[in-house]
């Protein structure tokens, strides 16, 4: 029993001591925290969404859902073989062109009337505390820090693994101008060195104006945040860029909800939206959108285009890893919405509507 005892009081302290590391990041304090405590969106110590939001469906249990992560794994759920892509240089890029170059999972370049975006950049090889886990597929870790030019904007969608990597992050403080992120995740930055100075932390309903007729606004999402054990501290968010020609949504991570609709009268449409599509599950459909609503919250958006991302690189569900890009190019057989789908690496005229893209996930086992 002493023995127990021991072990236990000892295994306690080895993950208080892991957690303690600096790629968990901080929790908001000072200033920051009295702005967030100031927040109609942080209730009961967290952050909220707007309507009820279970972390599993009614329908669904821990037990269940745990006996299928260890039990139920899909012999499909990770590509057979290394996918093979090339990678555009981003360093060499016409700065007129308005283009776009996904990096896998949720990370992206976007060059837009001159100015260079990059979002949610995971550039380890894993999504995890740990390197050992969440492993990237072979071929899609295609970029590093190093083939990223210097940044007028980086943006956090919000402080989850897959989305806030430590390790890039930290590498990209030095290329980036400024970035863009939802209130509360600025804590995590600062506390890995970045100048607090070219933090913007935005709220829901927000908005920052960037300069000559370049503005951001943050929207809600819904979905939740946290590092550790302690969630919602920071706020998870949608972001729109708007220049003087143009408007990109930028979903991050959400469950399908009325605030789609809400945003595309608010905006009265976008040029282009950016938008999940994968690592879902029917247990928890209320913070991942299933592919039979990916469709329907671009059209709530009045998107003229759509990308859909967080697929492909990394398997946090069950499904096979190319079931997101089969299941909607099929949906989108009867919608026929302008759907680009791009290889890894691969530049996006995204103006471009003539251009036909390659179910290239289908040459892979």
């Given at each position: 029993?002493?023995?127990?005892?021991?072990?236990?009081?000892?295994?306690?302290?080895?993950?208080?001591?892991?957690?303690?590391l600096?790629?968990?990041?901080?929790?908001?304090?000072?200033?920051?925290?009295?702005?967030?405590?100031?927040?109609?969106?942080?209730?009961?110590?967290?952050?909220?969404?707007?309507?009820?939001?279970?972390?599993?469906?009614?329908?669904?249990?821990?037990?269940?859902?745990?006996?299928?992560?260890?039990?139920?794994?899909?012999?499909?759920?990770?590509?057979?073989?290394?996918?093979?892509?090339?990678?555009?240089n981003?360093k060499?890029?016409?700065?007129?062109?308005?283009?776009?170059?996904?990096?896998?999972?949720?990370?992206?370049?976007?060059?837009?009337?001159?100015?260079?975006?990059?979002?949610?950049?995971?550039?380890?090889?894993?999504?995890?505390?740990?390197?050992?886990?969440?492993?990237?597929?072979?071929?899609?870790?295609?970029?590093?820090?190093?083939?990223?030019?210097?940044?007028d904007?980086?943006?956090i969608?919000?402080?989850?693994?897959?989305?806030l990597?430590?390790?890039?992050?930290?590498?990209?403080?030095?290329?980036?101008?400024?970035?863009?992120?939802?209130?509360?995740?600025?804590?995590?930055?600062?506390?890995?060195n970045?100048?607090?100075?070219?933090?913007?932390?935005?709220?829901?309903?927000?908005?920052?104006?960037?300069?000559?007729?370049f503005?951001?606004?943050?929207?809600?999402?819904?979905?939740?945040?946290?590092?550790?054990?302690?969630?919602?501290?920071?706020?998870?968010?949608?972001?729109?860029?708007?220049?003087?020609?143009?408007?990109?949504?930028?979903?991050?991570?959400?469950?399908?909800?009325?605030?789609?609709?809400?945003?595309?009268?608010?905006?009265?449409?976008?040029?282009?939206a950016?938008?999940?599509l994968?690592?879902?599950?029917?247990?928890?459909?209320?913070?991942?959108?299933?592919?039979?609503?990916?469709?329907?919250?671009?059209?709530?958006?009045?998107?003229?285009?759509?990308?859909?991302?967080?697929?492909?690189?990394?398997?946090?569900?069950?499904?096979?890893?190319?079931?997101?890009?089969?299941?909607?190019?099929?949906?989108?057989?009867?919608?026929?919405?302008?759907?680009?789908?791009?290889?890894?690496?691969?530049k996006v005229?995204?103006?471009?509507?003539?251009?036909?893209?390659?179910?290239?996930?289908?040459?892979?086992?």
């Amino acid at each position: 029993m002493i023995a127990l005892l021991v072990f236990v009081i000892v295994f306690a302290a080895a993950i208080f001591l892991f957690m303690q590391l600096p790629q968990f990041g901080k929790e908001p304090s000072g200033k920051r925290l009295e702005r967030i405590l100031k927040s109609p969106n942080y209730q009961k110590d967290k952050f909220d969404n707007i309507n009820f939001t279970p972390q599993l469906a009614a329908d669904a249990s821990m037990p269940g859902v745990m006996f299928r992560f260890f039990f139920g794994k899909n012999k499909n759920l990770i590509p057979k073989e290394k996918l093979n892509f090339q990678k555009t240089n981003l360093k060499n890029l016409n700065p007129d062109e308005n283009i776009y170059v996904w990096m896998g999972h949720s990370s992206y370049f976007i060059q837009i009337d001159g100015k260079k975006i990059l979002v949610d950049p995971v550039f380890s090889g894993n999504a995890s505390p740990v390197n050992f886990t969440t492993k990237a597929f072979g071929g899609t870790d295609l970029y590093s820090t190093e083939d990223i030019p210097d940044l007028d904007y980086l943006i956090i969608t919000h402080d989850h693994w897959d989305h806030l990597d430590y390790e890039t992050v930290k590498k990209l403080n030095p290329k980036a101008k400024q970035v863009i992120t939802g209130l509360g995740t600025g804590e995590h930055l600062e506390y890995w060195n970045y100048d607090p100075k070219k933090i913007i932390e935005l709220d829901w309903g927000e908005n920052f104006e960037l300069g000559n007729g370049f503005k951001v606004y943050a929207e809600t999402a819904r979905h939740f945040s946290g590092r550790g054990f302690k969630r919602n501290q920071a706020i998870w968010a949608s972001f729109i860029f708007k220049t003087p020609k143009r408007k990109i949504y930028i979903g991050g991570d959400s469950g399908f909800d009325d605030h789609f609709e809400k945003i595309g009268k608010k905006f009265g449409g976008f040029d282009l939206a950016i938008l999940e599509l994968g690592q879902y599950n029917k247990d928890w459909r209320y913070i991942h959108m299933m592919p039979e609503e990916f469709l329907v919250a671009a059209k709530n958006l009045k998107a003229e285009r759509i990308i859909p991302v967080h697929n492909s690189k990394f398997a946090l569900a069950l499904h096979d890893w190319k079931e997101p890009l089969q299941k909607i190019t099929a949906l989108n057989e009867k919608e026929n919405r302008r759907l680009i789908t791009p290889k890894i690496g691969e530049k996006v005229n995204w103006e471009d509507d003539s251009k036909t893209y390659e179910q290239w996930w289908e040459a892979y086992e």
